[in-house]
């Protein structure tokens, strides 16, 4: 079975040489428990990454944008396991969606992975359920927080205001100044009305107070517009 995890924190982008077009960062993290209550256990990708990775016969695993096959970012030349997670080296593609990629990652709208995978072993516990084999199909960069790329913003709920409106101001700036591709504008348009939904849904079931949120209001309109 396809399953979908995030990274927890630690999967994040470590580096970019934006003239040379190599990312790295991680996919995932070993030792922390996630709100499934799995932790991965260091040395689960070691047979995957054996038979399917970069440097195997047979390399399978894609590096991709939001879980979505039709949208690869790049080749991966470096898998591997460290005492952190599962890092990666990707030499993003020449095509239009690998230079976008490139500028959301230079500009701060892309921090977060994710990776598609098949649990092989696991060790359920009291405390957790420890997986110690999984097959890796992909490792994707999140537009957002979530990992869905139907509902990129999920999770926003637990998200403070201040957060919400930086990321709104980020992604604002970015849509206006970018030359990104207009498919790739379109997706982070997507993303300030659906931050935008989130602010009203949070606001009447008073996760957010309504005074914050009228302060703050006139100036997401004007962003939103």
Avoid at 84 to 104: P, R, W
Avoid at 193 to 219: C, G, H, Y
Wanted: glycine residues 8%; contains cysteine.
């Amino acid at each position: 079975m396809y399953q979908i995890k995030n990274g927890n924190g630690v999967a994040s982008i470590k580096d970019a040489d934006v003239k040379q077009g190599i990312v790295t960062g991680y996919f995932s993290s070993f030792g922390n428990i996630d709100s499934d209550g799995d932790i991965i256990v260091k040395g689960a990708f070691t047979k995957t990454i054996l038979e399917t990775g970069p440097q195997s016969a047979q390399p399978r695993i894609k590096h991709l944008m939001n879980h979505d096959t039709t949208k690869p970012l790049g080749k991966l030349t470096v898998l591997q396991e460290d005492m952190k997670g599962l890092y990666y080296e990707s030499k993003t593609g020449s095509h239009s969606l690998g230079q976008d990629y490139m500028k959301m990652v230079e500009s701060g709208l892309i921090t977060e992975h994710s990776i598609g995978f098949k649990t092989i072993k696991e060790d359920k516990k009291d405390d957790a359920n420890y997986m110690t084999e999984l097959r890796l199909w992909e490792g994707s960069s999140l537009t957002a927080w979530g990992s869905n790329p139907e509902t990129p913003v999920t999770g926003m709920k637990s998200l403070n205001l201040e957060t919400i409106n930086s990321r709104i101001k980020a992604l604002d700036k970015f849509c206006r100044n970018s030359t990104a591709t207009d498919e790739t504008i379109e997706l982070l348009l997507i993303e300030i009305k659906q931050l935008q939904q989130n602010l009203i849904e949070a606001t009447e079931s008073k996760q957010i107070t309504l005074p914050e949120v009228k302060r703050d209001w006139k100036t997401l309109i004007n962003l939103l517009n």
